[in-house]
């Protein structure tokens, strides 16, 4: 099977890379069952490349529906490393304006009705989580985006993410005790793809992408579904501008991530209690550590 170190999982609005060259479908089986559409191989600025949308072609999957453990484990057993997620957010705060990009170092999982593990079965794992995303993968989408001329696009680097369930938008009373907390984007798929990336040994990179103020903006009302659209477009060709110098320049200096080595002293369960077929279900992600 062909292989690919850097993946980009697409958001709303993002559900291919038309700049992609040597493009072919691969359908990955996994034991956590199909992932949200086709992985898309191909070569960008002359690096393989594997994209995935999150929420499939033509948008059919709600982010609860999303199978986040799929498309993780998939991701792993095509030798992917590194992830750049892009995602469509709102603001919690004045500060980060429609078009803007975050750049989230924490998360705040506020899901109910989501598996965000790969273990059980027979086998505990539990991995540091401190630093959910992969602050060594971020410098680089940083400096990267630095070099950059993205107009009014402002970059924002650290910031929490609040990850609610959906699919409906919060309330205003939601919204004013998000902010209360000191949350500053909210969305409703990170949380669960960087806990698992980790439990993969995947670095994990979002670029959060502001469409909207959430309701607790005294200007909510008065903003229209069509400008909303017209910021997701902006933020999709954004997205696209940044890719391409970012994808190059990771694979001309990969940093090295913590997160490679996560589950070094995470497994907890004694090898030869854990049961074989547990073993070869998760062999992608805990070979190294528990050979069949």
Not at 9 to 14: D, E, K, P, T, V
Not at 63 to 79: C, D, M, S
Not at 169 to 181: D, I
């Amino acid at each position: 099977m062909a292989e690919a170190r850097i993946a980009v999982i697409g958001g709303s609005g993002l559900y291919d890379m038309p700049e992609l060259e040597e493009m072919e479908e691969v359908r990955v089986v996994t034991p956590f069952g199909p992932p949200s559409d086709a992985l898309i191989l191909g070569r960008l600025a002359g690096v393989k490349v594997v994209f995935l949308p999150r929420h499939g072609r033509g948008h059919y999957l709600l982010p609860t529906e999303v199978p986040y453990r799929a498309n993780i484990y998939a991701l792993k057993t095509l030798g992917v490393a590194y992830i750049l997620s892009i995602s469509a957010v709102g603001s919690l705060k004045e500060h980060y304006q429609p078009t803007d990009i975050v750049l989230p170092d924490q998360f705040f999982d506020w899901t109910r009705h989501r598996s965000s593990t790969f273990f059980g079965e027979g086998l505990v794992a539990h991995i540091s989580f401190d630093q959910p995303t992969s602050p060594e993968l971020t410098e680089v989408v940083s400096e990267v985006c630095a070099t950059l001329d993205l107009g009014e696009t402002r970059v924002h680097r650290g910031g929490t993410y609040l990850c609610m369930e959906g699919p409906a938008f919060s309330t205003y009373a939601e919204s004013q005790v998000y902010r209360s907390w000191g949350m500053d984007i909210i969305g409703m798929t990170n949380a669960q793809e960087a806990k698992l990336s980790r439990e993969a040994e995947i670095a994990y990179s979002p670029l959060a992408m502001v469409t909207d103020y959430d309701c607790w903006h005294p200007d909510h009302s008065s903003v229209t579904v069509e400008q909303v659209i017209t910021y997701l477009n902006k933020n999709v060709a954004t997205a696209q501008r940044i890719l391409k110098p970012l994808i190059a320049q990771l694979a001309r200096t990969p940093p090295v991530c913590a997160a490679h080595s996560a589950l070094k002293y995470a497994l907890l369960t004694q090898p030869d209690r854990v049961p074989l077929e547990t073993r070869r279900k998760l062999a992608p992600i805990i070979g190294k550590y528990m050979p069949e």
